[in-house]
Every structure is written in structure tokens, then in C-alpha cells.
């Protein structure tokens, strides 16, 4: 690839945010803008700035990865990210913008006026962001190093440091603006290269995608293994090129026999046209034909692992701080539930299109299957598939979208967690207080790149969905739905769900992977969250906040009722 | 003085309702109940919330459901996996592409009925 263009493209995004987030600070003035931008954004808008800060790293490069080395199973993904808003849409949309919050600290003590609620609350919806913003830095490193092979950190610290300026600028006002832009700016940059790889695809011949063969070779490839990997051969294959395998330093041409193989950091291996890919072997055997089937991504359990996943991201969209800080910039309640069907259609959109990069990937460029870079395949695809100048290009507009993905998500979460934290843990009100928490929001993240193991994007983001799923998720849907909620109930029911996932979840980033219970929680932590908050609020009637009523009228009552009980603060 | 010549004074029914005079106004619209907590306020309000709980609960169960039902059947039928439409596979043409209308079109009718439910709810509320 040529990285030229892909920095400038990068660098473009970069400078363009900047610019977008210039023009809201000259009108974002006050607290309230600062945070919520004065909640007078319309539903467009607002729906085209969710989609942007929604569709994180995890949506623009991970999920293409994951169905590119893992087949069908992983198109549950999309699914749910988009199912998750429907169920946000049925169950809290409209009641959660009517309890008058900014955060979901706030929205704790709205509901159960307790501080301690409230500070678990705060405690995990910023452990959540972090297990979320996590990925991005990540994905960032993953991305400028596709593009020019600088170290992964880099990547991972440019996005840091434009987040923080533009955050620290100009607040919620800004990122509306920027995040709304980034929506557009991302479905064109996934969008448009769909078409010329599909054509192309077709002037190709249309070969079949799900033909009972090895993926191999197209052509002659240069292979190149940034770290020490361990690949399987399926088939016996030579290779030229320079390197160290198994050991043996090599130069020219070297047979690998069927078996495990290990490939030094730093080898340049040259693989001929028409041989079967070697894999890693984190990736199961797989012929494109069974590949194409559900049910063979190869975990130990993969009914069990296709439900958790079901499960955390159904129920954990609504639990991400950053998505759910976006519902107070709605006017009213009505206009939070049009919101988030406009958000819908905006999101199946632009998941049409991560499974046809997956499956193309399959059969131009399958040696990401021997290196393992997996998360790679929508950067690298436009400029294997299109020859020449348009190529580039291409490969200059995704690399430019996946950067879009990066920081826009990454702004989201900065804004909630600076929100979060400047009011509930350093306790300073105000303009100065959000500017200086949002130093610790992105730092924190940064100093835990360098901690953790190779986990593809979209798993890790999976986690911080299971840690929403079983403990936010239930203090928002019980909380909303059932008067009978005790304080001591909802404390319970958010440590009983949330602690576990969040162990399972570090244990599994740490680990670099690991067993299917652990990397994929949320089938038994999120139904614990839920019965454990009902039962022990059932078993503490007393401990029931005494206006319940009157908040519940605040929730669900219209409010062009003109209802004493719905006036704000 | 009555008169032989002049007819009796007649009573007259008059059974037309007075639609145009102004209502007595209520001494507690049912708003400010709602404001007071009285018994028949959280009645009105319990009202509410439970057909919206009903509406939402009854949509997640019926769509998220549906959906989610659809690995169990690939798994104890994969010959239902196996089938091509159009040339794609089911699993990736139902997953990668029809699901999403699907959720868009039950969104807009959860949307509707939701409207529907406060509207109603604010004419119970305005007209009593």
C-alpha cells in the first residue's frame, strides 16, 4: 500500500475534526452546552451524531476481521449493536430523557436519590468507558501502523491527544457537530470502495466465495510478521524470502511440512501464487466452504458463545456511558424515541457493508490469515482489489473513515467520563473541572495499551457490552419499570452483575484471550445482575426511595401535560 | 289572571345538551391529581406505565426473540443453514442484511403506538 495517500487522508480527518469542533466553540459558552448542548439539537442531527460516536473501531475494521477469520457466527456483531438500540428504544429511550439527568450518575440519583447508588453507578460507568476506549487507542495503533509501519503507540497517542483538545475545547456542542459529520464521513469511506470491490470482484470473474477449498495465494506475496507468530500449515508449502523459522534462520526457498510452525518477529517471507494459506492457530481449519457455515468459528462452546454474545450486546448498548449522555441533548422525550429510530435505519445501513470486506478478504488478501492481523482486512482489501491510482485512493478514503471511527467514538467517551469524573470523583464543578478530568479520562486508557495482550478490537469491545449488559443495563431497565426497586437492591444487583464481568473481562484482556466463560460473561453475569436486584429489593422493602411515585410520574408522564411533578431543576 | 281566552302555560322540556355554555371547571383535574399523589392519580399513572411496559417488553420479546431464536435453529437444523437464496447463504443473508429492515419497521411501529398510548393518556387526563 502507499502510505502517502493514507496519511494524508488520516491527517485530513484529523485537521477536519479539529476545524468542526473550532466552529462549536464559538457558540458553546455555558455549562449546559458544555454538557448536553443546551438540549436543543434535533433528531437528524442528534441521530446522525449517535450513529458517529456509536460506530466505534470495533464496527469499522473489527467486525469485517472477525467474519474474515471466523465466518457467519461473528455477524451477530452487527446484530446486536443494532439490536441494542431497539431494545433501548422499547425500554428507556423516552423515560430516561424525562428523568432530567446528564449522566448516568445522575440518572441513579434521580431515580434512587442515594449517593451510594449513585457512586457505584459512577464506579462502573467509568469502567466501562475505559474497557471501551481501550480498543480505540488500540485500533488507532492498528491503523497507522497498516499504513506506514510506525509503531503501534503512535496511532494510539495522536487519537489521544486530538480527543483531549477537541474535548477540552469545546464540550458536547462540538462533539455533536463532529460526531454528526463523522457518521456521514465514515458510511462514505465504507461505503464506496463496497462498490468498486464489488465490481471488481465481478470483472474477476466472480469467483465463488464459498468454494470446499483452502483460501490461497492470488498472487505472489510478500509476508511480512511483525511479531513472533505460530501458524498452522494445512497443506505442504515453500516459501522464499528471508527469515527465522522454527529457530532456523532461512534465506531462499524453505518447504513447511504439514504442522505448527513458528515464524520470528521481523521475517520476510515470500509466498508463491495458488498455495494453501497458512493460518494462525487461534484460527480454526476452515475450507471457505465451511467457513461460510454457522456454528464453526471453532470456540469450545460456540452456542454458548454466540448466546452470551446475544445477550451483552442486546442489553448493553444501553448501558454505555457515552450512548447514553447523547439522550438528554433530545428536546423532550418524544423526540429521544424518533431520535433513536432514525439512529436504527442509519445503523443496519452501514453494517451491510463490514461482512462483504470480510468475505472478499477471503480471497484477496487471505496471508492476514497467517500473520493474524485479522482487524487489517478493511484497510488493506481497496488497494489489493483495484489496481493503480483508484486503489490507493480507496485505501486512502477507509483508512481515513477507520481514523473518523477512532476519534469520534473516542470523543463520545471522553465527554461522559470527564462528565463523570470531574463531578462524582474529583468533585470540581463547572467548565474548569470537566477540562481538567478529561487529562485522567484519556490517560487511563493510554497507560493500559501497553499492558495488554493481542485481542482483536471487536471482542474487547464485546467486554465493556457485558459489563453494561449486567450492570447498568438492569439499574436502568428495573430501575424505569418497577416502583418496587430498594437502594439496597439496586447496590446489590450492579456489584452482583457488574464485578464479575469486569474481572472476567481484565482476566481475558490481560490473558490475551482464553476460556469462552470468561471472554464471553454476559449469559450468566447479566441474568445474576437482574434476579439478584429484584430479590434483594424485594426482601428490603423498607429501604424503597420514598417518592417513588412522584419520580415516576417525572419518567413517564408526556410532558406537554404541563404536570407540576415533571419541572426541572 | 287567568284568562279563558289564553292557552295554559306550558311547560317545555328542553333536552338539547348546552354545548355552547363553558363547562364548570372541575374542582381537581385529574392533572393535579397526578400532581398531589392521591389514589386516583398513581391509578392514572400505574395505567400508563403499565401499557407502555407491556408495549416495550411485548415488542423485545416478539422481534429480539425471533432473532435471537435463529442460532438454535442453524445448530439443530443445518440444513436450514445450508440453503442458498439468491445465491447467498441463509444464516449470512437473514444476518447480514434482512434483520436490519426488520428492526427499523418494528422501531417505527413501537414508535406509533407509543405516541398513541400518551395521546390517549393526555385526553383521559385534559378531559376529565
Redesign the interface.
Known amino acids: 500500500m502507499n502510505s502517502t495517500y493514507g496519511i494524508v487522508a488520516v491527517l485530513a480527518v484529523a485537521i477536519g475534526t479539529a476545524l468542526v469542533g473550532t466552529y462549536g466553540l464559538r457558540i458553546s459558552r455555558t455549562t449546559s452546552d458544555f454538557f448536553v448542548a443546551s438540549r436543543t439539537v434535533s433528531p437528524w442531527w442528534n441521530a446522525s451524531a449517535i450513529g458517529g460516536e456509536y460506530l466505534s473501531a470495533a464496527s469499522f475494521v473489527g467486525i469485517a476481521g472477525l467474519i474474515f477469520a471466523h465466518g ?1 457466527d461473528m ?2 456483531f ?2 446486536g449493536y ?2 441494542g ?3 433501548l ?3 428507556v429511550a ?1 423515560p430516561l430523557r424525562r428523568s432530567g439527568a446528564y449522566t448516568l450518575p445522575d440518572f441513579a440519583e434521580a431515580r434512587f436519590g442515594s449517593p451510594a447508588v449513585r457512586a457505584v453507578a459512577s464506579v462502573l460507568a467509568l469502567g466501562i468507558g475505559w474497557l471501551y476506549l481501550l480498543p480505540q487507542l488500540q485500533g488507532a495503533g492498528l491503523t497507522l501502523h497498516t499504513l506506514t509501519g510506525a509503531p503501534d503507540w503512535v496511532g494510539a497517542l495522536l487519537v489521544a491527544a486530538v480527543v483531549t483538545a477537541n474535548v477540552t475545547s469545546g464540550g458536547m456542542r462540538s462533539v455533536t457537530f463532529v460526531q454528526a459529520f463523522q457518521y456521514w464521513l465514515k458510511v462514505t469511506a465504507i461505503t464506496v470502495p463496497v462498490v468498486f470491490l464489488v465490481m471488481a470482484w465481478h470483472a474477476h470473474g466472480a469467483r465463488d466465495l ?1 468454494a470446499p477449498e483452502l483460501p490461497v495465494f492470488p498472487r505472489e506475496t510478500v509476508v511480512t510478521f511483525d511479531a513472533d507468530t505460530v501458524v498452522h500449515v494445512d497443506e505442504p508449502v515453500v516459501f522464499g524470502g528471508t527469515g527465522v523459522v522454527d529457530g532456523r534462520a532461512v534465506t531462499g526457498s524453505t518447504a513447511l511440512a504439514v504442522g505448527d510452525h513458528t515464524i520470528a518477529a521481523g521475517s520476510r517471507l515470500l509466498a508463491p501464487a495458488g498455495a494453501a494459506v497458512p493460518r494462525v492457530s487461534s484460527i480454526p481449519h476452515n475450507t471457505n466452504e465451511t467457513w ?4 464453526r468459528g471453532g470456540e469450545s462452546f ?2 454458548y458463545a ?2 452470551s454474545l ?1 445477550i451483552a450486546t ?1 442489553l448493553g448498548t444501553m448501558g454505555l456511558p457515552h450512548v447514553i449522555v447523547r439522550f438528554y441533548t433530545n428536546p423532550n422525550g ?1 423526540a429521544a ?2 431520535t ?2 432514525i439512529v ?2 442509519l ?3 452501514f ?2 457493508m463490514p ?1 462483504i470486506y470480510g468475505a472478499l478478504g477471503r480471497l484477496y488478501a487471505p496471508e492476514l490469515l497467517m500473520t493474524g492481523d485479522t482487524d487489517a482486512v478493511v484497510l488493506v482489501l481497496p488497494s489489493r482489489v483495484v489496481d493503480g491510482l483508484g486503489g490507493h485512493l480507496l485505501g486512502a478514503l477507509v483508512a481515513g473513515g477507520a481514523f473518523a471511527a477512532f476519534l469520534s467514538t473516542s470523543s463520545g467517551l471522553m465527554v461522559s467520563l470527564a462528565g463523570v469524573l470531574s463531578r462524582d470523583v474529583l468533585r470540581l464543578r463547572g467548565i474548569r473541572g470537566f477540562r481538567v478530568a478529561s487529562v485522567p479520562a484519556v490517560l487511563v486508557p493510554l497507560g493500559m495499551t501497553w499492558l495488554v495482550g493481542k485481542v482483536p478490537v471487536a471482542d474487547m469491545v464485546g467486554l465493556a457490552f457485558a459489563v453494561a449488559a449486567s450492570s447498568l443495563c438492569p439499574l436502568l431497565v428495573l430501575g424505569i ?1 418497577s416502583t418496587r426497586i430498594s437502594t439496597v437492591g439496586a447496590v446489590a444487583g450492579m456489584l452482583a452483575g457488574g464485578v464479575p464481568a469486569l474481572v472476567a473481562g481484565l482476566v481475558t484482556i490481560s490473558a490475551g484471550g482464553g476460556n469462552v466463560f470468561l471472554a464471553r460473561p454476559a449469559a450468566w453475569t447479566a441474568p445474576l445482575g437482574f434476579v439478584v436486584m429484584y430479590a434483594v429489593s424485594l426482601l428490603t422493602p423498607r429501604r424503597v426511595p420514598a417518592g417513588v ?2 419520580v ?2 417525572r419518567l ?3 410532558e ?6 415533571q419541572d426541572r431543576r | 289572571m287567568t284568562g279563558p281566552d289564553r292557552p295554559h302555560a306550558q311547560r317545555v322540556v328542553v333536552t338539547s345538551p348546552r354545548t355552547r355554555a363553558p363547562r364548570a371547571p372541575r374542582p381537581y383535574p385529574a392533572s393535579r391529581e397526578i400532581d398531589e399523589q392521591s389514589e386516583l392519580g398513581a391509578v392514572y399513572m400505574r395505567s400508563l406505565v403499565r401499557a407502555q411496559r407491556r408495549l416495550g417488553l411485548g415488542l423485545c420479546a416478539v422481534v429480539c426473540g425471533s432473532v435471537a431464536a435463529l442460532p438454535l435453529v442453524f445448530a439443530l437444523a443445518p440444513a436450514v443453514a445450508a440453503q442458498r437464496v439468491l445465491g447467498v447463504p441463509l444464516p449470512w443473508l437473514l444476518l447480514g442484511g434482512v434483520v436490519f429492515p426488520v428492526f427499523v419497521l418494528a422501531g417505527w411501529c413501537y414508535v406509533r403506538q407509543a405516541e398513541r398510548a400518551e395521546r390517549e393518556f393526555a385526553e383521559l387526563v385534559e378531559r376529565s
Not at chain 1, 461460510?292 to 456454528?295: H, S
Request: glycine share 4%; hydrophobic share 55%.
Open positions: 457467519p455477524l451477530w452487527p446484530v443494532t439490536a438500540y431497539l431494545v428504544l422499547a425500554l423516552a464459498t461460510a457455515m454457522p456454528l460456540p452456542l454466540v448466546y446475544i442486546f418524544r424515541r424518533r433513536t429510530l436504527l435505519a445503523l443496519g445501513f453494517y451491510l461482512p419499570w411515585n412522584h415516576m410520574v413517564h408522564a408526556p406537554n401535560l404541563g404536570l407540576r411533578s
